[in-house]
């Protein structure tokens, strides 16, 4: 048996108006990421971390946000997709663990749900997906309310 870390990063500005995706669903609020796709950076932390573990560059590399046909994606659909890439070469996702860092809104009352959408997507159960959220205590662009951040780290295998 065979296993891997990979360590995933990413970070959207936050806009008046828009809505806001994370973890694949839909959060209230009155602004949202912006981005070249729905800007789920949660999704997209995952993705870079699953990515990584299994040496297959990154979300960018993929799903270029120069490509028209990934203009407004549901980044669900890149998830199922990078799980379906490792897969093809023998990887199994075995958990993932993430941090969200956001001032508003409250990221800890929607987390079940959250996990209740990722887990199918990567082919694990609920309690195989950790997700925490924190402020940055209003320092700096999350404190700001000027942006979001998420980190991820997944385990793979291969038998």
Known sequence: MKIRVGLGFDVHPLEEGREFYLGGIKLPSTRGAVGHSDADVLIHAICDALLGAANLRDIGFHYSNKDPRWSGMDSKFFLKDVTRMLSELGWKVENVDCTVCL?????????????????????????????????????????????????????????
């Open 103 to 159: 001032e508003v809104p409250k990221v800890n009352p929607h987390i079940a749900e959250m996990k209740k959408v990722l887990a199918p997507l990567m082919n694990i159960t609920e309690d195989d997906v950790s997700i925490k959220a924190t402020t940055a205590e209003r320092l700096g662009y999350i404190g700001r309310e000027e942006g979001v951040n998420a980190y991820a780290v997944a385990l793979i295998r291969k038998d």
